[in-house]
C-alpha cells in the first residue's frame, strides 16, 4: 500500500531533550516536506527536500533540523524542543521535482513540550 | 496581510445543499492545492489545479490565475463532508519547494 508513515503518532517530551520524528515513504517521491499545525495559524512549512541530500528552508525552519540521506526518509529533528515547538506535525511526499503533483500526507504526530 | 485567503473561516450547512469555499491569493503561482482535513486530523489531497476546473465526484475545483481566485465547491452535501478545507500554493516567485496555505475553511453539514 502506497503511504507516507510518521513515528511517534504522539510524544510528549520537556525542554531541552533532543528529539527525532521519522517520516517514511514508499513511492520513489523525490519531494518531502515537514509542515506544523497550530490553531489560528493553519499549516506552514518547516523545511522541504527535492530529492536525496536537497533540502531547503520553509516559512518556520528555526529550531529545527532535516536530513535526506535516502530517498524514502525525511526525518525531522529538534535538537533542543522548547514549548513553543508544541504543534501537530505533518510530513508529505509527492513525485517529481515539482509541486505541481498531488501531495501525499503522514497521519501526523501530536508533539507536546513540557 | 495572508498571502493566501479563505472564505468562509466557517461554514454550516444543511445536507444536500451546494457549497462553495474560496480562496484568493497575492503571489504567482505555480500550482494551486485544495486539501481535505478530517475531524480526526488526516489531511488529503483533493485537487492541484493550475488552470482551468477539475472534477471529481461531487467535488469540484475552478481556479481564475487572472483574478488569482480558485473555487471550491460540494454539490449534494452529505455530513460525510464535514471537515476542513484548506487551500494551498506554490509560490512561483518563491522558491520552488515552498508552499503557503490558507488558514482553512471548517464545514459542518447537518443531517
Known amino acids: 500500500e502506497a503511504q507516507v508513515t510518521q513515528n511517534p503518532r504522539y510524544l510528549i517530551t520537556v525542554t531541552g531533550k533532543k528529539l527525532t520524528v521519522t517520516c517514511s515513504q514508499n513511492m520513489n517521491h523525490e519531494y518531502m516536506s515537514w509542515y506544523r499545525q497550530d490553531p489560528g495559524l493553519g499549516l506552514r512549512q518547516i523545511y522541504y527536500?527535492?530529492?536525496?541530500?536537497?533540502?531547503d528552508k520553509g516559512d518556520v525552519p528555526e529550531g529545527y533540523k532535516v536530513s535526506r540521506k535516502e530517498k524514502r526518509n525525511f526525518p525531522l529533528i529538534l535538537e533542543s524542543p522548547s514549548p513553543n515547538q508544541t504543534s501537530l506535525y505533518f510530513c508529505?511526499?509527492?513525485?517529481?521535482?515539482?509541486?505541481?503533483?498531488?501531495?501525499?500526507f503522514g497521519p501526523g504526530t501530536r508533539l507536546t513540550v513540557l | 496581510k495572508n498571502e493566501v485567503e479563505q472564505s468562509p473561516q466557517n461554514l454550516t450547512a444543511q445536507e444536500g445543499e451546494f457549497i462553495t469555499i474560496n480562496c484568493s491569493y497575492s503571489v504567482g503561482i505555480s500550482a494551486l492545492h485544495w486539501l481535505q482535513q478530517h475531524p480526526g486530523g488526516g489531511i488529503v489531497s483533493l485537487f492541484m489545479l493550475s488552470s482551468g476546473k477539475k472534477k471529481h465526484g461531487r467535488l469540484i475545483a475552478t481556479i481564475n490565475i487572472q483574478e488569482k481566485h480558485s473555487s471550491l465547491h460540494i454539490t449534494a452535501s452529505h455530513p460525510r463532508d464535514s471537515a476542513v478545507y484548506i487551500c494551498a500554493v506554490a509560490n512561483y516567485g518563491g522558491s520552488q519547494g515552498n508552499l503557503i496555505f490558507g488558514k482553512g475553511t471548517k464545514l459542518s453539514v447537518k443531517p
Open positions: 508529505a511526499s509527492s513525485p517529481l521535482t515539482s509541486l505541481v503533483n498531488t501531495q501525499y
Open positions: 527536500s527535492m530529492n536525496v541530500e536537497v533540502t
